[in-house]
């Protein structure tokens, strides 16, 4: 999973889909942390991407890195620990214009129970289950 993350980290922006209702949704990301043994992402509980996580868990996420890229299966739980925040803070300092730990608004997803595959044109694709 640090490999997933680094790979998450080195993009910047990866694309997040979510279900609302019977429509997919897609929007660019760009919080990605590793917490706890986890890999974790960050969003306000204000959007509508947290309603549609809380509603739905089953997310898929996916990065290009210019050669390869990650698609990354799994179900998103809420971590709503202050430490989890703070980390994710920490890692974004600008993001705390808009967040503060236990503010109600920041909200911390672990990605659990997935799998990580990473492609590319050149090579067999490779599985990260976690």
Known sequence: MQEVYEFLKQCGTYYLATIDGDQARVR??????????RLTIQTGRRKEVSRQITEN????????DGQRWLRVSATAVEDPRIEA????????????????????????????????????FSEEPRTVTF
């Open 28 to 37: 660019p990301f760009g919080t990605v942390d590793w917490f706890d043994g």
């Open 57 to 64: 868990p089953n997310v898929e996420l996916c990065a290009f």
């Open 85 to 120: 925040q703070e980390h994710m803070l920490a890692a974004y300092p600008s993001l705390r214009e808009l967040y503060a730990p236990g503010d109600g608004n920041t909200q911390i997803f672990a990605l659990e129970h997935g799998q990580a595959v990473f492609s590319s």
